[in-house]
């Protein structure tokens, strides 16, 4: 069984188990988060999409820890001008742990 969610403007597949990085979300470490923005669930019975969410449909998780990704480097030049900026930036994620998820009754 899977799912797709949607948090902070991107969508994930997700499964019962898995650890998956989303964008940073305001929670402590430990806490469980009940999403119910879930665009679609795959079980054995069948497929179910929504138009755009389903009804009653949750994917629960728990907050394992808080970081940041890798950098990225943001370098702009223009030939021959000698004008070069460097910038660097590390965008701040929420690892979470998936614990269940409910297709409801859509």
Do not use: W
């Not at 069984?1 to 650890?19: D, L, N, P």
């Not at 940073?24 to 969410?53: N, S």
């Not at 629960?60 to 021959?80: C, E, R, W």
Request: hydrophobic share 30%; net charge positive.
């Amino acid at each position: 069984m899977y799912a797709i969610m949607e948090t902070g403007g991107k969508q994930y597949r997700v499964t019962e188990g898995t650890v998956c990085n989303v964008e940073k979300l305001d929670f402590e470490v430990g806490e469980e988060v009940v999403f119910d923005k879930v665009l679609a669930v795959t079980t054995d019975a069948g497929t179910e999409v929504g138009t755009p969410y389903l009804t009653d449909s949750k994917v629960k998780a728990k907050v394992l820890a808080h970081g940041k990704n890798k950098k990225i480097v943001v370098y702009k030049y223009k030939p021959k001008k000698n004008y070069r900026r460097k910038q660097g930036h590390r965008q701040p994620h929420t690892r979470l742990l998936i614990q269940a998820i409910e297709p409801g009754n859509s």
